[in-house]
C-alpha cells in the first residue's frame, strides 16, 4: 500500500492564481480530510469527508473548495490564492469519522504552499 | 466548543532525561484521546491513544493515561533519546478530530 499520497510537495503560487493540491489513499478508507498547519496553532481543519459524494466544512474552510467523486481522491482547490494561505497542508483518512472511534487518521507527507 | 491545550514548547532535554509533556482538554461527552508524533519534513503519525477514563496508551516507550477527572492526557517517557526530537500534538475526537498546538522536543547528546 502507497498509503496517503499528496502532490505536489512543494508550490509556489502569485495572488489571485488558482490550483489544486491532489490527494489520494489506498485503503479504502471511508474519511478523508484536510488539515492546514500553520506555526503555533497546530492543524486546523479545513474540510473533510464521510464518504463519497458528501463533504462537509471543517473549523477554516473559507477560499477552498472539495470534491469527492471517488473514494480514492479527496481534492483541495484554492480558488484565489492570498498570502494568508501561505501554510503546510495535511490530507488524511481513516476508516470512519463520526462520532468518537478511535480508528487511526493516516497522513500524507504535507504539501508547502507559498502565496507570493 | 472542543478543544486540546499543550504546554508550550520547546522542550530542550538532555538523552535519557524524563520527559512529561501535559495536555488538558475541553469537550462535550467522553472523547477519545490520542498523541500524535510529527518528525522533520514528515506528515503526523499516530503515538498512542485512549478510549475511555482511566485507558493507559503505550507505544516506544511513550505512555498517556486518560484522567477524566483532571480531563488531562499527558505525556511520558523514562528516558527520551536523541530520536525522540520531533514535534508531538495533543488531540482528542469526539465528532471531529480536534488538535493542539503541538510541543516541539529536542533532545541532545
Known amino acids: 500500500n502507497a498509503g496517503v499520497t499528496q502532490t505536489p510537495k512543494f508550490q509556489v503560487l502569485k495572488t489571485g492564481q488558482s490550483m489544486t493540491l491532489q490527494c489520494a489513499q489506498d485503503?479504502?478508507?471511508?474519511?478523508m480530510s484536510w488539515y492546514r498547519q500553520d506555526p503555533g496553532m497546530g492543524l486546523r481543519l479545513i474540510h473533510y469527508s464521510v464518504g463519497a459524494g458528501i463533504t462537509d466544512q471543517g473549523e477554516v474552510p473559507n477560499g477552498y473548495n472539495v470534491s469527492r467523486s471517488t473514494t480514492e481522491d479527496f481534492p483541495l482547490r484554492l480558488l484565489s490564492a492570498a498570502p494568508s494561505q501561505t501554510s503546510v497542508y495535511f490530507c488524511?483518512?481513516?476508516?470512519?469519522?463520526?462520532?468518537?472511534?478511535?480508528?487511526?487518521?493516516?497522513f500524507g507527507p504535507g504539501t508547502r504552499l507559498t502565496v507570493t | 466548543g472542543d478543544s486540546v491545550t499543550q504546554m508550550e514548547g520547546p522542550v530542550t532535554l538532555s538523552e535519557e532525561a524524563f520527559l512529561t509533556i501535559n495536555c488538558t482538554y475541553t469537550?462535550?461527552?467522553?472523547?477519545?484521546l490520542f498523541w500524535y508524533v510529527q518528525y522533520p519534513g514528515e506528515g503526523l503519525q499516530l503515538l498512542l491513544k485512549a478510549t475511555k477514563a482511566d485507558d493507559k496508551g503505550s507505544n516506544k516507550g511513550f505512555e498517556a493515561t486518560y484522567r477524566k477527572e483532571t480531563t488531562s492526557f499527558h505525556l511520558e517517557k523514562g528516558s527520551v533519546q536523541v530520536s525522540d526530537s520531533a514535534v508531538y500534538f495533543c488531540a482528542l475526537r469526539s465528532n471531529k478530530l480536534v488538535f493542539g498546538a503541538g510541543t516541539i522536543l529536542r533532545v541532545k547528546s
Open positions: 485503503m479504502n478508507h471511508e474519511y
Open positions: 469537550a462535550t461527552g467522553y472523547p477519545s
Open positions: 488524511a483518512s481513516s476508516y470512519s469519522g463520526g462520532g468518537r472511534e478511535s480508528y487511526e487518521q493516516y
